[in-house]
């Protein structure tokens, strides 16, 4: 009886169950608000993160550009090196080459100059008779053999 005795009881009891879904809907729509917070808090780590590794990432390749360019640029001065050493042994060796050929054929020319002189009769040597008595004739023989040489070129 006492709930008909009042008047106000049963609309105080539908203020309060609407006082209370009130606060229940205030506090579902801050839990989906802090919920949301939260997604968005996330997302922007997950950003900050992969910004961080994306700098690290380029900070790398570059420190990995400048050796790779350092480890090509001395591979180049070393073959660079090698290069002007060969050809420095290479021109003495053609030089060495060059004046063995040489000294061979002056040993050979010498070789037939001295074997020509064998075979040349010297002029000094040869005797002319004339009105009885000998003459000789005295000349000094040359020192260059007499003989020509033909070089042909195919």
């Given at each position: 009886m006492g709930s008909k005795c009042c008047k106000g009881g049963p609309d105080e009891d539908a203020i309060e169950r609407q006082r209370k879904r009130k606060l229940l809907v205030a506090q579902l729509h801050h839990r989906k608000r802090v919920k949301a917070a939260g997604k968005i808090q996330a997302?922007?780590?997950?950003?900050?993160?992969?910004?961080t590794l994306l700098v690290a990432a380029l900070r790398a390749w570059m420190i990995q550009c400048w050796w790779r360019t350092l480890v090509q640029r001395r591979i180049?001065?070393?073959q660079q090196a090698l290069l002007r050493v060969y050809v420095i042994q290479e021109q003495a060796v053609v030089k060495l080459q060059s004046c063995i050929r040489m000294w061979q054929c002056r040993q050979c020319y010498r070789q037939m100059c001295n074997?020509?002189?064998l075979f040349q009769v010297p002029e000094s040597s040869l005797a002319f008779q004339t009105d009885s008595f000998l003459q000789v004739q005295y000349a000094i023989p040359s020192k260059q053999p007499e003989f020509h040489i033909e070089i042909l070129s195919i």
């Open positions: 997302w922007w780590r997950g950003v900050l993160v992969r910004r180049h001065q070393r074997s020509l002189r």
